[in-house]
C-alpha cells in the first residue's frame, strides 16, 4: 500500500512587484508517495523551483505571498504554521539540494564547520559526535579524502565535489523527502551521471522520497518513478513514467517530447518545435495558457480553463481535448501509439 | 584535396600565460577539415578548449603555432586590404543572447552595422530592404527593427544574432554553444532555423556544443575534444554507434537518454574522477587518469590522431 507522503492541494503563490502581481504558482495539486521519485519538468519560468520552494517555505514573504493551498506532510497540515514551527520539519521531514552550488554553501566558512551546524541545528548532539557524524556524511557522498575535505573552503573545490557536499548536507538529517532543484544542471555530462549515480544508490539505502526538479527529460526518464509536467505555473499533465514517456496526452508534453534530438537514434528530418513563447504571468490567459501555441485548440480553450481530468488509474491530464464534448479524436505525434501506427502504415 | 575543404585548420595551437610562470596550453595540435556546406560538431566537456578553437579560428586569438585555412588562405597572414574580406566572409554565433547584443542599439542597428562596415548597401533604403529581409528570414517581423534588446525573449534574440551574422553574407559560421542557454522547445526552433538556413544558404557551421545529443542532430561530422586536444573524430554516424575511444564511449554513454525502457536496460560505465586542471596535466596521454585501459605505454607516450577506418580518426595507443 502506498502511502501518500506529502500532498499539495491547490497551491497559488503570487509575487508582489512593483509592476503587479505574478502568478508564479497558479493551482498546483501532487502528492508525494513514500520511497518514489516524482519528476517536475518544465521550462524556466513555470514555476516548478516556486512550488518546492513555496512547501518548504524558502520563499522571502513578502515579495511572495502563498494565497491559497493546503499542503500536507505525513498528515500535518504545515499551510499557517509559523516560521519557528517549519523549523522543525526543514531538514528533518524534508531538505533541498540547490543548483547552483557555488551560491548556495557559504564561501567564508570551511566545509566541514557548515555541515557540523547543520547537524547540530537539529539534533541534540555534542560537537564530536557532530563532527564523526559529517565525516562519515562526507565520505558516503564519495568524496576521496573526507578528513581534508572537511577543512577546506567550498571555492577550492570542483562544482561536482561541491555538488555532493550539497547532497551530504541536505542527506544530514535523513529527511523524509529530498527535494533536488535542478542538481545536475551546472554540472558536465560525466559529472552528471556520477551524481545521479549517487543520488540512486542513497535512495536504495534510506528508502527516502525524491522530488526531482529538472528540464532534461534524459534524467527523468532514468531516474523517475512518476512524473509531473508543469507550464506557467499548473501541472498539465501527471503519471507514471512509463505513461508519460510512451503514452502521452497533452500537446504540451508532445511538444517537449518531440524537440529533444535522440542520441540513440539517427536524424530523421527536423525536430518537433513548440511556436512562441510562454505565457506572461502577470496577466496570464483566462483559458487554457497553452492554447496561444496549441496546434489543436478549439474555441472552449480560450475561454475557460480546463479542469483536471483522470483518464486511467495516476494518469491526469488539463486538456480540453480529453472532454467527453470533445469533438476530435486526435493521433499523438510522439509516444508508442504513434510509432506503432506508422509501421502498420509502412506494412500494408 | 576531397571535396571543397572550405576551412581547414592545421596543427593549431594556443597557449595562455596565467600568473609569472605558469602556460596553459588550451588547445593543442589540433587539425580538422570542414567541407563546404557541411556541419563540423566539436564537443566536449566545459574547459576543454573548444571555445577557443572557435575564437582563434575567426581571429579573435592569435594563434602560437599551427594555421587556419580559409579556401587555402591562411586567416592569420593576410595583408591589411584583404582583412575585411576575410571578416566577411566568417561570423560567429554567441553562446549568452543577453551579453552579445549591445542593449543601446535596436535590433535595426544591430543588424545593419555589418552592412555599413562592409559596404553592401549603397543607400539607406536599400540597407533597410536588407533589414527587413533579414529580419524575415530569421522568423522576426519587420516591425521588430526599431525595438531594443531588452524586449525580445532569449530565443527571439538568439534569431537576432543569427540575422546580425547573416547579414554580410557570410560562408561559415561558428555556433559558440548558440543553443545552450536556451529552453528545450526554444532549442528545436533555433536549431530547425540554422539547418533551413544552412540548406538555403549553402553555409558551412563550426557547431561547438556540450550537448551529444544536438550534435548528432545537427552534424555531419563530430570531432570529440578532451583538455585542449582531439581524441576523436569522424562521420557523426560512425562516432555515435561506434565510438572508439575510451574517452567518447564514456561520454556518450554518460547522456542519459529520454526513453525509460532503453535506460532501464541500459548498462552504464561511468567515468570515474574528474577532469585534472590544465596546469598539473598528466604525462603523455590526457585521459589516462581517469582511463580504464591505461597501460604504461600512455604515461610516457602522448597518442597522436590516426586514422584506424575509413575517416574515422583516434588517438590512443590501445585501439
Redesign the interface.
Known amino acids: 500500500m502506498t502511502r501518500k507522503l506529502l500532498e499539495v492541494k491547490d497551491l497559488h503563490v503570487s509575487f508582489m512587484t512593483y509592476a503587479g502581481e505574478v502568478q508564479a504558482v497558479r493551482g498546483v495539486d501532487l502528492h508525494v508517495n513514500a520511497g518514489e521519485t516524482l519528476a517536475i519538468v518544465g521550462?524556466?519560468g513555470c514555476g516548478k523551483s516556486v512550488t518546492v520552494q513555496a512547501i518548504m517555505r524558502l520563499l522571502p514573504e513578502p515579495p511572495a505571498v502563498i494565497k491559497k493551498g493546503s499542503i500536507c506532510f505525513d498528515g500535518d497540515e504545515l499551510a499557517g504554521k509559523s516560521d519557528k514551527e517549519m523549523e522543525n520539519y526543514r531538514g528533518n521531514a524534508f531538505s533541498m539540494i540547490f543548483q547552483d552550488s557555488m551560491t548556495a554553501l557559504n564561501p567564508t566558512m570551511k566545509v566541514g564547520k557548515q555541515l557540523v551546524e547543520a547537524i547540530k541545528a537539529h539534533q541534540k548532539i555534542s560537537s564530536e559526535a557532530a563532527k564523526q557524524s559529517a565525516l562519515q556524511l562526507l565520505d558516503k557522498v564519495g568524496l576521496p579524502n573526507p578528513k581534508l575535505t572537511y577543512r577546506t573552503f567550498p571555492h577550492t573545490l570542483?562544482g561536482?565535489?561541491r555538488q555532493r557536499i550539497m547532497i551530504a548536507m541536505a542527506l544530514s538529517c535523513n529527511p523524509g523527502v529530498l527535494f533536488a532543484d535542478e542538481p545536475t544542471t551546472a554540472l558536465?555530462?560525466?559529472?552528471?551521471?556520477?551524481i545521479?549515480?549517487l543520488m540512486a544508490n542513497i535512495k536504495q539505502e534510506r528508502q527516502n522520497s525524491i522530488v526531482l526538479i529538472t528540464?532534461?527529460?534524459?534524467?527523468?526518464?532514468?531516474m523517475a518513478d512518476r512524473v509531473a509536467v508543469m507550464y506557467a505555473g499548473q501541472i498539465i499533465e501527471e503519471g507514471d513514467?512509463?505513461e508519460i514517456?510512451?503514452n502521452p496526452k497533452h500537446p504540451y508534453t508532445w511538444?517537449?517530447?518531440?524537440?529533444?534530438?535522440?542520441?540513440?537514434q539517427?536524424?530523421k528530418g527536423?525536430?518537433?518545435?513548440?511556436?512562441g513563447?510562454p505565457p506572461d504571468l502577470f496577466s496570464p490567459p483566462v483559458g487554457c495558457a497553452f492554447a496561444p501555441r496549441c496546434d489543436y485548440g478549439m474555441k472552449i480553450c480560450v475561454k475557460q480553463p480546463p479542469s483536471n481530468q483522470h483518464l486511467t488509474i495516476g494518469h491526469k491530464i488539463r486538456c480540453w481535448l480529453y472532454h467527453e464534448q470533445s469533438p476530435r479524436k486526435i493521433k499523438p505525434p510522439v509516444g508508442r501509439n504513434k510509432s506503432r501506427q506508422d509501421e502498420e502504415g509502412g506494412t500494408t | 584535396m576531397k571535396k571543397h575543404e572550405l576551412i581547414q585548420v592545421k596543427n593549431l595551437t594556443k597557449t595562455f600565460h596565467v600568473g609569472k610562470k605558469q602556460v596553459i596550453r588550451a588547445v593543442d595540435d589540433v587539425s580538422f577539415v570542414i567541407a563546404k556546406g557541411e556541419t563540423l560538431g566539436l564537443v566536449g566537456?566545459?574547459g576543454c578548449g573548444k571555445t577557443t578553437v572557435g575564437r582563434t579560428m575567426i581571429r579573435l586569438y592569435q594563434p602560437d603555432s599551427g594555421e587556419v585555412l580559409f579556401k587555402g588562405e591562411n586567416v592569420h597572414q593576410v595583408s591589411k586590404s584583404q582583412n575585411k574580406r576575410i571578416t566577411r566572409c566568417m561570423q560567429m554565433i554567441y553562446q549568452d543572447p543577453y551579453a552579445s547584443l549591445n542593449p543601446f542599439f535596436t535590433v535595426g542597428e544591430i543588424i545593419s552595422e555589418g552592412l555599413e562596415i562592409h559596404a553592401l548597401c549603397r543607400t539607406k533604403k536599400e540597407k533597410q530592404q536588407r533589414v527587413y529581409e533579414l529580419l524575415e528570414m530569421v522568423g522576426l517581423h519587420r516591425s521588430h527593427i526599431n525595438r531594443f534588446p531588452h524586449e525580445f525573449?532569449g530565443?527571439?534574440r538568439q534569431r537576432v544574432g543569427i540575422a546580425r551574422s547573416l547579414a554580410v553574407n557570410p560562408e561559415f559560421i561558428i555556433c559558440d554553444e548558440a543553443i545552450s542557454a536556451l529552453?528545450?522547445?526554444?532549442?528545436?526552433?533555433i536549431?530547425?532555423l540554422l539547418?533551413e538556413l544552412q540548406r538555403k544558404l549553402e553555409l558551412t557551421y563550426l557547431f561547438i556544443a556540450?550537448?551529444?545529443?544536438?550534435v548528432?542532430?545537427?552534424s555531419d561530422h563530430t570531432a570529440v575534444m578532451y583538455l585542449g586536444s582531439l581524441v576523436e573524430s569522424g562521420q557523426t554516424?560512425d562516432v555515435?554507434n561506434e565510438p572508439l575511444h575510451p574517452y567518447t564511449r564514456?561520454?556518450?554513454?554518460?547522456?542519459?537518454?529520454?526513453?525509460?525502457?532503453?535506460?532501464a536496460a541500459r548498462s552504464?560505465r561511468?567515468?570515474?574522477g574528474?577532469?585534472p586542471n590544465f596546469t598539473d596535466l598528466p604525462s603523455g596521454c590526457r585521459f589516462r587518469s581517469r582511463c580504464d585501459l591505461a597501460t604504461e605505454r600512455c604515461a610516457v607516450e602522448k597518442p597522436l590522431l590516426r586514422d584506424v577506418r575509413e575517416s574515422h580518426y583516434v588517438a590512443c595507443h590501445n585501439i
Open positions: 521550462e524556466s570542483s561536482g565535489m558536465d555530462v560525466t559529472m552528471q551521471a556520477q545521479l549515480d528540464h532534461d527529460l534524459g534524467v527523468v526518464a532514468k513514467k512509463e514517456y510512451y511538444g517537449l517530447l518531440g524537440s529533444m534530438p535522440n542520441l540513440i539517427e536524424r527536423m525536430l518537433m518545435s513548440i511556436a513563447s | 566537456e566545459s525573449s530565443g527571439q529552453d528545450v522547445s526554444i532549442q528545436a526552433q536549431v530547425n539547418i556540450h550537448d551529444l545529443a544536438m548528432r542532430h545537427i554516424e555515435y564514456g561520454l556518450i554513454e554518460a547522456v542519459p537518454v529520454a526513453d525509460p525502457e532503453y535506460e552504464q561511468i567515468i570515474k574528474e577532469i
